[in-house]
């Protein structure tokens, strides 16, 4: 994630900038040949997501749940680790939110249950992440492959507890009980009404996703282990060389991936959902990667690209209602462009920024 001898304007935010405005470009070409304004669209798409309070509220909510999932990705990154299965990992992080709040929110208020149901998702997440993270590190098995696995294990491990422990009594649907108010983060709008949130579910959970975003940088950026985790990233051989165990950084850099990937849980479980159901990541973990990669594994980018991400699926859902010719699978399609030109196709202006910005260094007698 290094951005070599670029100023670090250009490589946080001029590339980035320019692999937003390629992806809409794109996107725009896609909306004229469906036979719509481009133009009207965007504007359809920015006030759907900020243009009233309530919208804006949907799209701090959804921003929150990209924060968890963009740091979880971003911490591994800077191992030069990719960790695809924060879908799985925010699987089990539902679980250990669901425990805390079943066993809790009878007995005691919420914010007792909070940091329990914290402690509790951010265990299960890395529980979930340990065992390719010991694969990686002690048998080279690559940890995109079984992270990938382990997503669907997650999923069908859900479905089972689901279906023949944790299923309310006498109920058809595939969920827990719903938690009671000792299990139920506030919505901003119960705390702040004159904010206007309305129905949008945003919660507590926000400020807990900002929290992360401080600590995050603080552990990477302020602390030996951080140290020893870039050390490891941008040269493991020098690393292990200098002394820092590559077992040891592999395994713990993904449990803090995973722990924060699991974290994910306590917006939609106990701030939104208030119970334990199947499908409630719904592709999160997976533009956790974008919005890594976007934000150039920085929490401050971090939390940039999770509100650009949370437009896209507020302004997209705004945007599907008013122009009925962009369906839900358009707004998709921008998403994946977004997707693409942030991620797969991020060094595609780098050389020529590099050569217009990059000092002309005279070259050396074997070159000439």
């Known amino acids: 994630m290094s951005g070599g001898q670029l100023p670090r304007w250009v490589d946080y935010g001029l590339i980035p900038f320019l692999n937003l405005a390629a992806a809409f470009l794109v996107s725009g070409l896609v909306v004229i040949l469906i ?12 006030w759907g997501s900020l243009g009233y309070t309530e919208g804006f509220g949907y799209t701090l909510f959804y921003a929150t749940n990209f924060i968890f999932t963009g740091l979880a990705v971003a911490v591994a990154f800077h191992a030069g680790l990719f960790n695809i299965g924060g879908e799985g990992q925010a699987y089990l992080g539902g679980l250990g939110v669901a425990i805390a709040c079943l066993a809790l929110d009878h007995y005691v208020p919420w914010y007792v249950t909070l940091p329990f149901a914290i402690l509790g998702s951010a265990l299960m997440g890395a529980a979930w992440a340990f065992i390719p993270a010991w694969l990686q590190a002690t048998r080279g098995s690559h940890v995109v492959i079984t992270t990938i696995m382990f997503n669907f294990i997650a999923a069908s491990l859900m479905v089972y507890l689901l279906n023949g422990f944790l299923k309310k009594p006498g109920s058809m649907q595939n969920e827990t009980r719903t938690f009671e108010d000792g299990g139920r983060l506030p919505f901003l709008n119960d705390i702040f009404p004159s904010f206007g949130f309305g129905f949008a579910p945003v919660n507590l959970a926000l400020f807990v996703a900002l929290a992360a975003c401080v600590l995050v940088w603080l552990l990477i950026w302020r602390t030996k282990l951080g140290f020893e985790i870039r050390s490891f990233g941008a040269n493991a051989t020098a690393a292990v ?20 990937a699991g974290m994910m849980a306590i917006n939609e479980i106990m701030g939104s959902q208030h119970r334990l159901l199947i499908d409630f990541v719904t592709g999160y973990g997976f533009v956790g990667i974008a919005v890594a990669l976007m934000g150039r594994a920085h929490p401050v980018g971090i939390l940039l690209a999770s509100i650009l991400f949370g437009m896209l699926y507020q302004g997209g859902a705004e945007l599907s209602f008013e122009m009925p ?16 030109f942030a991620g797969a196709l991020e060094h595609m202006f780098r050389p020529a920024i590099a050569q217009f910005f990059m000092p002309a260094r005279p070259k050396t007698a074997q070159e000439a």
């Open 35 to 46: 036979g719509e304004n481009p133009i009207d669209a965007v504007k359809v798409l920015i």
């Open 241 to 260: 060389y200098a002394g820092i165990s590559p077992v040891r950084i592999t395994v713990v850099t993904m449990l803090i991936s995973g722990g924060l």
């Open 325 to 340: 010719n962009l369906t839900r699978d358009m707004i998709i399609v921008i998403q994946g462009l977004v997707i693409l």
